[in-house]
């Protein structure tokens, strides 16, 4: 059955809203540009932006432990560098986070939404070069929408696929077919990626991506069903093109 790109999303500061895009254009070793560009550190991480190294997602703000990002709504304007934030449909924050005074504006206003939770002052953070991601490497994640499907038969709900944070969501092929890739060559258009490995999941999927409430246990329902906490798969660019939604993904080798 052929397997087709059926959506593409970034997300330029780890933790906040998911952005669909209908295109982009990948990089050889390199992540989706802009993704997991920015974090949101807590204030008792430490971080060196001039050698910046991978750290554990626990050292940030997380859907893992704080739900309360879920409800707010994000977007990152790359050509101005302005990240807007809304809340309840009326924006909240507006500022340029390229520049030290916008970076203020939107710690602060995360001081005063998460509190306690943000363990002293948060800080947002980046680093030339680096993608704060849950894994060392500068990777793609992948799933199968079939895989979600198969899923939602064991959770006997509907599982929103946007709960699992992947750049790359698939159509097409059999439910769990992406385990198979590992260690092999897709094709996504022009483009090739080494399949590296399989994603566990943790908590961050509890999460309602609308609501910020913690209505489903993936993690468990994954364990019960399939006897494994996995869903996704992460892959390496190795040769960089542009990428769209509705390319064919095949297995090249």
């Avoid at 989706?32 to 560009?37: A, G, I, K, T």
């Avoid at 101005?80 to 030290?100: C, F, H, M, P, W």
């Avoid at 994640?141 to 006997?156: C, T």
């Amino acid at each position: 059955m052929p397997i087709n790109l059926a959506a593409i999303y970034r997300y330029p500061v780890k933790g906040l809203t998911p952005e669909p895009l209908e295109k982009v254009t990948l990089s050889a070793g390199d992540g989706l540009p802009q993704d997991r560009r920015f974090a949101l550190a807590h204030g008792s991480t430490r971080i060196d932006p001039a050698a910046p190294a991978w750290m554990p997602k626990s050292n940030f703000l997380m859907l893992a432990r704080n739900e309360r990002l879920a409800r707010l709504n994000t977007r990152f304007d790359d050509a101005s560098g302005t990240l807007t934030i809304q809340r309840d449909g009326k924006t909240v924050a507006n500022a340029n986070i390229l520049e030290a005074a916008g970076r203020t504006v939107v710690e602060q206003f995360f001081a005063a939404y998460m509190g306690e939770e943000a363990r002293g002052a948060p800080k947002l953070v980046e680093a030339p070069g680096h993608m704060f991601s849950d894994t060392a490497a500068k990777v793609a994640s992948i799933i199968g929408l079939a895989s979600i499907r198969d899923l939602e038969r064991v959770v006997r709900a509907p599982v929103d696929p946007r709960r699992f944070r992947a750049n790359f969501y698939v159509e097409g092929g059999r439910p769990w077919e992406e385990f198979d890739w590992v260690g092999k060559v897709i094709r996504i258009g022009p483009t090739r990626l080494r399949v590296t490995k399989k994603i566990d999941r943790c908590a961050a999927t509890n999460v309602d991506p609308d609501s910020g409430q913690r209505d489903l246990n993936i993690p468990l329902s994954l364990q019960r069903g399939f006897q494994h906490i996995e869903c996704g798969v992460y892959a390496e660019v190795l040769e960089g093109g542009p990428v769209a939604v509705g390319d064919s993904l095949t297995v090249v080798s």
